[in-house]
């Protein structure tokens, strides 16, 4: 049952002044969230954080692909910054708790850097029909619900290893402050940068969504390090300079 408004009054000031209550019951906990959602922008600007943790639940289910896949970015995200074995673990803000990552930037990097189909009125589409090779979201499994924790499994899996490589083999860029990491700019770049090679990696015939993480990492591997040794080697060049 869902009660607004009173159940936040002193008890006592109810005794003494009743009040009129709406109350729902057995309201489905989808339309629950989407009802908070709602009220407390109307009185109070809903956070960015707070409504992409949100979106998670009230859309994972949804009619709409668009509103399925937006959960399933949002899902990645917070797996990010709650999974024991994520270098990123306790790093992102996540509902009201603040850190140094924000998960709106994450979700909706996730969302648009090509491990996640693009949808438009509710169909698949690609700019390149290679893509599709890249994505780590299986289109052809008709069980979306299962496809959805699939995925959600596979790219949490993907970027955890990428960000693992960083911490393993990049210390220095993985724990500079306002860098490559602890940034929503850094963020942005580097999930793009895993969008696009995985794109370039399609296109070029050398991974597909049915390979396993670990060999579409390692086609993925030399062309981090590369990106990152550039940028280590950057780093140190201007540490020379000052």
Excluded at 51 to 68: C, F, G
Excluded at 135 to 157: C, G, P, Q, T, W
Aim: glycine share 4%.
């Amino acid at each position: 049952m869902l009660v607004g408004g009173a159940a936040m009054l002193n008890p006592l000031c109810l005794y003494l002044s009743p009040i009129p209550v709406v109350a729902f019951v057995n309201l489905p906990s989808t339309a629950q969230l989407e009802m908070f959602f709602k009220i407390n922008q109307n009185q109070k600007a809903v956070s960015g954080n707070l409504k992409d943790t949100l979106n998670k639940d009230m859309n994972w289910d949804s009619d709409r692909i668009s509103e399925r896949l937006s959960a399933l970015s949002s899902a990645v995200a917070i797996e990010m910054g709650v999974r024991n074995d994520s270098p990123l673990y306790g790093k992102v803000s996540i509902g009201e708790d603040k850190s140094f990552l924000s998960l709106k930037a994450f979700s909706k990097t996730i969302l648009n850097c090509g491990l996640i189909p693009k949808v438009t009125r509710n169909s698949y589409t690609y700019d390149d029909e290679r893509d599709v090779k890249a994505l780590m979201y299986d289109i052809s499994n008709v069980i979306y619900k299962e496809e959805m924790h699939l995925a959600l499994d596979r790219i949490s899996r993907f970027i955890i290893m990428c960000y693992e490589f960083i911490e393993n083999n990049y210390s220095s860029i993985f724990n500079e402050e306002k860098g490559l990491i602890l940034t929503d700019r850094g963020v942005i770049a580097f999930i793009n940068v895993i969008g696009s090679l995985s794109k370039f990696l399609a296109r070029n015939g050398l991974i597909s969504i049915k390979m396993s993480l670990t060999d579409r990492f390692n086609e993925m591997e030399k062309y981090l390090a590369c990106l990152l040794y550039t940028s280590d080697a950057a780093d140190e060049e201007d540490s020379v300079d000052l």
